[in-house]
C-alpha cells in the first residue's frame, strides 16, 4: 500500500486557495490598475508581461511558474510591504530607499559570471543560467537579523540544479556569491557603509540543499528591483542579509568565502547566520520577532533555523551552533 | 528703532510660546499617525510603525539636545540674549522625547516581545542593558537626564544656587557625546546619521573648549592693594 506522506510544510488542501479565487483577484487587481491608469486608453491587459525581442526572458508583469508544496502556514505578507520596506543599502540605508531609488539600475542585459573551481566558467547570460520555462513557486518566510520577519511567494528555480550546470569540482567546497555595483545606478554605494560590492557565501553542501532557491520574480511577477532584480539568492532558515541580491558572479571555492556583514562585524555577523532564538545577538534579542504586515502589533516566536529545522539541521550535525553562528 | 522693537515684543509675547509649540509638534504629529493607524485609516508610519517610532523619537531627541546645546553659541553669535529664556525649556524636551523614547522600547517591544508580562518586561530590560552596548549607552544617558530634567524649574534653580546647578547640568556634555554613542552603536554598518549627528555635537564641544581656554588665557584682573 503506497502511504504518502505530504511534507511538512503542505496545507491541506482545504487551505490552499482556488486557482480560480486567485486568477479572479488578479483580474480584480488588474481592473483596478486598469481604471486607476489607463481606463482611458481602453487597457485590458495590465498583466501580460512584456518580453524582451529574441531572449524569451519577461522584463516585467506575470511570470510563468507551477506550483509547489512549499508553504507557510501564515498568510503571505502584503505586496505592498514585500515590496515597499527592504533592506538593500546598495540604494540607501532607510527602509524605504529601495522602492525610491533601485528603479535606476539595469537589469536588462544582466549576465553572471562563473569563476573557479568548475569545468564551465565564464560569462552567461541570465537566460543561459534561469530556465524561464521551468520557474516554480515556493512560499517561505523570511526571517532578517532585525528581529521581523515576512512571508514571501517566491517565484524561481532550486540553486543547485543551478550550480550543477556549470559542473564544479571536486575542490568547490563553497560557494561565493556577489551583488552588482554601480555608483551611478547604486546611490547608496557612493558612501562607504559596507565595503562594497556585497558578498555572500554558502558551504557547498547549503547550496546543494533543497531549500536553497534562486528567486527571479514574487506574487508570480518579475522580481522588483528593491527586491533583487533580476535574480537573488532564497536561503529561508538563515538571516535575510544571506539571500543576497542582484547576483553578478558566482564563485566555486575551496575556502571559506568573504561576507559582507561577517568582514564588516565579525563578532555580530557570522558566517553562517542560520536563524537562531538561543543566540542573542549583541544588536537584538533573537528569541522573537515582529511580523510584518500583520498589524502594528503582531509578533511570533522565532524558531530554530526558522522553521525549517527538519530539512537542513543535518547539514550541522555535530556542529556548535553559537560559536558558528 | 521699529526692528528693535518688532524683536523686543516678539521675544516678550511670542518666544516662549512659540517655541513650546515647535518642540510639541513632533510628538504631536507621531501621536496623529498612531491615531490613523488605529483607526485604520492611511498613515504615515510605514509598514514597521513600531521601529519608526523609535527612531523618530530618538531622532528627536537627540536633535533637540543639539539644539539646546546651540543655544548658548548662537546668543554669542547673535547677541540676541533673549534667546536664553527658552533654553532649559528646548532642554527638558530633549528630557520628554528621551522619556518617550524609553518608554516606547518598554512597552512596544520588551513587553509585547515578554507576552505582556510586566516582569518579563525587566527581565528584558536587564537583559539589554547587560548584552547590548548600545542600550547600556542609551539608558546611561536617560539616567543622566534625569537630575537635569528634575532640577530644570525656577525653584530648583533658586534652591541650588546659580554655581551649584551650572555645575550639575555640566553633564550635559558627556551625556550628548554618550547619546550619539548611542545612536552610532544601533545602527548597521558604518552608516552616516551618527557621524552627521557627532559631527554637530564635535562642533558645539569645540565652540566651547575654544571659549573655555580663551578666558583662561585673558590675564587676570589683579586686585588693587591701595
Known amino acids: 500500500m503506497l502511504i504518502k506522506k505530504p511534507h511538512r510544510w503542505q496545507l491541506p488542501e482545504r487551505a490552499v486557495t482556488s486557482k480560480a479565487d486567485f486568477l479572479n483577484r488578479r483580474q480584480i487587481m488588474a481592473t483596478v490598475g486598469a481604471l486607476g491608469l489607463a481606463g482611458l486608453a481602453g487597457c485590458g491587459a495590465a498583466e501580460e508581461s512584456v518580453a524582451q525581442a529574441g531572449t524569451g526572458r519577461p522584463l516585467s508583469g506575470a511570470l510563468p511558474f507551477r506550483a509547489t508544496d512549499y508553504q507557510v502556514a501564515d498568510e503571505s505578507t502584503p505586496y505592498e510591504a514585500v515590496t515597499g520596506y527592504n533592506n538593500f543599502y546598495e540604494f540607501g540605508v532607510g527602509k524605504d530607499d529601495p522602492a525610491r531609488y533601485a528603479s535606476a539600475m539595469t537589469t536588462d542585459p544582466w549576465s553572471i559570471e562563473i569563476e573557479g573551481h568548475a569545468t564551465r566558467t565564464g560569462r552567461f547570460a541570465l537566460e543561459d543560467v534561469v530556465d524561464f520555462s521551468a520557474l516554480e513557486e515556493r512560499i517561505y518566510r523570511l526571517r532578517c537579523v532585525e528581529a521581523w520577519s515576512m512571508v514571501i511567494p517566491w517565484i524561481g528555480i532550486p540553486l543547485g540544479a543551478v550550480l550543477r550546470q556549470f559542473e564544479p569540482t571536486s575542490d568547490a567546497r563553497y560557494v561565493q556569491f556577489i551583488t552588482y555595483q554601480d555608483a551611478g545606478e547604486m546611490r547608496g554605494t557612493r558612501s562607504a557603509v559596507l565595503d562594497w560590492p556585497y558578498k555572500e557565501g554558502l558551504r557547498m553542501d547549503e547550496a546543494m540543499n533543497e531549500l536553497a532557491f534562486l528567486a527571479v520574480g514574487l506574487y508570480g511577477e518579475v522580481l522588483p528591483n528593491q527586491n533583487g532584480a533580476p535574480i537573488r539568492l532564497v536561503v529561508p532558515w538563515k538571516y535575510g542579509y544571506k539571500s543576497i541580491k542582484s547576483i553578478v558572479k558566482i564563485r566555486f571555492v575551496s575556502d571559506e568565502p568573504e561576507t559582507s556583514w561577517k568582514r564588516s562585524a565579525p563578532r555580530e555577523y557570522g558566517f553562517y547566520s542560520n536563524v537562531n532564538p538561543n543566540r542573542a545577538h549583541p544588536r537584538w534579542s533573537q528569541a522573537s520577532e515582529r511580523v510584518i504586515g500583520a498589524g502594528p502589533f503582531a509578533r511570533r516566536e522565532t524558531e530554530m533555523f526558522n522553521g525549517y529545522g527538519p530539512e537542513v539541521a543535518g547539514l550541522y550535525a555535530g556542529m556548535d551552533l553559537i560559536e558558528n553562528h | ?226
Open chain 2, 1 to 226: 528703532m521699529a526692528k528693535n522693537a518688532v524683536l523686543r515684543s516678539f521675544a516678550k509675547d511670542w518666544l516662549k510660546p512659540l517655541t513650546f509649540w515647535a518642540l510639541a509638534l513632533p510628538g504631536l504629529w507621531l501621536g496623529w499617525q498612531w491615531g490613523l493607524l488605529l483607526s485604520g485609516a492611511p498613515h504615515d508610519l510605514g509598514f514597521n510603525p513600531i521601529e519608526k517610532t523609535h527612531r523618530f523619537l530618538g531622532d528627536t531627541a537627540l536633535r533637540i539636545l543639539l539644539i539646546s546645546l546651540a543655544v548658548t553659541p548662537f546668543r554669542d553669535l547673535t547677541r540676541w540674549l533673549p534667546i536664553m529664556k527658552v533654553r532649559r525649556r528646548i532642554g527638558l524636551a530633549a528630557f520628554w522625547y528621551a522619556a518617550a523614547h524609553l518608554v516606547a522600547y518598554l512597552g512596544l517591544d520588551l513587553y509585547l516581545a515578554a507576552g505582556m508580562s510586566l516582569t518579563g518586561m525587566w527581565a528584558g530590560l536587564w537583559e539589554d542593558v547587560v548584552k547590548r552596548i548600545y542600550i547600556t549607552l542609551g539608558m546611561t544617558a536617560f539616567i543622566l537626564l534625569i537630575p537635569l530634567a528634575l532640577t530644570s524649574f525656577n525653584a530648583m534653580v533658586r534652591r541650588l544656587g546659580a554655581r551649584a546647578w551650572q555645575n550639575l547640568h555640566y553633564s550635559v556634555y558627556p551625556l550628548a557625546v554618550i547619546a550619539c554613542l548611542h545612536y552610532g552603536f544601533m545602527v548597521k554598518g558604518n552608516q552616516l546619521g551618527p557621524w552627521i549627528h557627532g559631527g554637530i555635537l564635535a562642533l558645539l564641544l569645540a565652540y566651547r573648549a575654544g571659549v573655555w581656554i580663551r578666558s583662561r588665557m585673558k590675564p587676570q584682573p589683579v586686585a588693587s592693594t591701595s
